[in-house]
């Protein structure tokens, strides 16, 4: 339920407005939407709450079908959030690529390729050290000692580090090392890992589950800012379908979807989604021209060797190459694809070139970021 209240509400009928809801045991959130301040209620509020608000002296309207989460959705802000990961912005105009190997498994291997993959225009570094996989006797990934890994490997290069998180208990182990926390396919909806991920600073990347709805995409990143985290990037990976042709299909619709519903930054990940590393680049360059604020790209040094998902994870030459194509299409949509050095201001849309999505008045300003 969102309540609108009038443009000259004063601070006191607000605050009265704000004390009913929580005297029955909701929470809210004032947006500052427009000229007019949004009150989110948050928790399961009754057709009689909404009676009740429509009498006060402040509210404008009261709308019962607003969406099941207010914190996540575009209603709740004036414009669409940028997310800052320790010197990179995801969200404004620049498109952030993280790339990686799918697996740490060694010191050589996460060394060249993140030496690889910084050459190549990347900002983040990926890689797993707790492993999700679906069969138990799979690599499991190297625990603590991968995280010191991919920590030393951002450290040098001046990569961030985005890292997988499996269970609510490794949350304050996994925070001492990297920058953003990934929420994988799997987990979801892990609802306990949700919450606790979302009561503890790091940014998050929340992947979308193999059979999840937007709606309970959606949800599963209001777990994640209801337990007081606004640091959330939704990312589109695939959903599994009748077609096998592909490991997942990757649900291109689901990127300007996400940009109708939420403030929320929303990136692709083309490796997951293709299986095959042939695939990859049209899917990168399918994200980008669909409004992706970034891509998230399995990378080896020698991925025939790799412990997990070698097939679909690019050569560093080719990462390069995709890198190259990437770049001209965002160029071609206004956007350019960020750099390693934070920049001072982002960069103005191109001359001429209409921003393909609706921006509601421009790019998100990285000053407003969360
Ligand atoms: C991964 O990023 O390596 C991964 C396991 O992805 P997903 O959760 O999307 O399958
Ligand atoms: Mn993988």
Known sequence: MIAKLKADCSLADKAAIIRHIEGQGLRVHVGDSGENPVVSIIGNPTAMLADELQRFAG????????????????????????????????????????????????????????????????????????????????FQGMGEDGLKLLRDAGDRTGLGVVSECVAPEDVALMADYVDMLQIGARNMQNFRLLSAVGEQPRPVLLKRGLMSTIDEFLLAAEYIMAAGNPRVVMCERGIRSFDTSTRST?????????????????????????????????????????????????????????????????????????????????TAIGRSVAKLSPPAILPPLAEGVPPIADRRGGWADPTNAV
């Open 59 to 138: 509210v404008e309207s009261v709308s019962l079908d607003a969406p099941s989460y207010p914190l996540v959705s575009l209603g709740s802000r004036p414009g669409p959030s940028v997310v800052k990961v320790g010197s990179v912005f995801i969200g404004g105009a620049p498109i952030v690529v993280m790339a990686g190997p799918c697996s740490v498994e060694s010191a050589e291997q996460l060394e060249e390729v993140s030496i690889g993959v910084a050459a190549g225009g990347a900002v983040m570094l990926r890689g797993g050290a707790f492993k999700p996989r679906t069969s138990p006797y799979s």
């Open 250 to 330: 990757l649900d291109i619709s689901a990127v300007p979807v996400l940009k109708e519903r939420t403030h929320l930054p929303v990136i692709v990940d083309p490796s997951h989604a293709a299986g095959r590393r042939s695939l990859v680049p049209s899917l990168a360059l399918a994200g980008v021209a669909a409004g992706a604020d970034g891509l998230l790209i399995e990378v080896h040094n020698n991925p025939e060797v790799a412990l997990s998902d070698g097939p679909q994870s690019l050569t560093i030459d080719g990462f390069k190459e995709t890198m190259d194509t990437v770049s001209q299409v965002a």
